[in-house]
């Protein structure tokens, strides 16, 4: 095969220096960071302004490139998968995408947030957020709770983070007993089904928000449920 040289074109700076207290994603209460840019690229930053949203590809400098499979979320109670089905850093190739909001500029430096990057990880680009590509759940961009729990102190995120992990877990229990009892096909990973569930809750809500009339929360609910089960409903197939 080919080989090709990434120069980093910048660094995070950040209040978060060991893999074990960084969060899994952005919006589990990760902080606000500092990009610094190298010197040599800042006029690449022409066009980006405080508010904008912006995707960071990161190389995940400490990750092991020679891991194949992992425990998705470091959760040894979920089976090995192959880490291209995964968001794991670890890869052959680790480059992290982050998306995350513009808070300040000031000269070749950017605060973002939330960003769950460690201090000293190197940035190899910097691409903006497109709107027909931002990510919708049930036409709603769940990128909206990143955003609003970024506006957040890092206590109160923390302590909503810990809220929706529990519910997580709460979820994850109910589904396993659904599975065991043959209402849920074996294929349905639950935990994952879990997690959708809860951090989907937001895209309801805002929804309800952006449609006009009445529109009753349980047919909003009601979508992100069949959404994530119907496939797996009394044995059906896995996604």
């Not at 659904?178 to 935990?191: H, I, N």
């Amino acid at each position: 095969m080919f080989s090709y040289t990434i120069n980093p074109i910048g660094v995070i700076r950040s209040g978060l220096v060991c893999r074990e207290a960084a969060p899994h994603q952005g919006f589990e209460g990760a902080p606000d960071a500092w990009i610094e840019m190298d010197s040599t690229v800042t006029e690449g930053l022409e066009g980006i302004a405080a508010g904008d949203e912006i995707i960071l590809i990161t190389w995940l400098h400490q990750a092991d490139r020679d891991l194949l499979k992992v425990h998705p979320r470091r959760d040894p109670n979920r089976p090995l998968t192959g880490v291209f089905a995964t968001r794991s850093p670890h890869r052959p190739n680790p480059l992290g995408l982050h998306r995350v909001r513009v808070l300040e500029i000031a000269g070749n430096r950017l605060k973002v947030g939330p960003l769950e990057a460690i201090d000293g990880t190197p940035i190899v680009d910097i691409k903006p957020v497109l709107p027909q590509s931002k990510d919708f759940a049930f036409g709603c961009p769940i990128g909206n709770l990143a955003q609003e729990m970024g506006d957040l102190s890092p206590a109160f995120r923390e302590k909503l983070r810990q809220g929706l992990d529990s519910m997580v877990d709460l979820y994850a229990e109910v589904l396993a007993e659904a599975q065991e009892a043959g209402d849920l096909s074996k294929g349905l990973d639950v935990r994952e089904a879990a997690y959708f569930l809860v951090y989907s809750w937001h895209g309801a809500l805002m929804h309800m928000k952006a449609v006009k009339g009445p529109a009753p929360l349980e047919n909003h609910l009601k979508s992100i449920f069949d959404y994530v089960l119907t496939p797996h409903v009394r044995g059906g197939h896995a996604s």
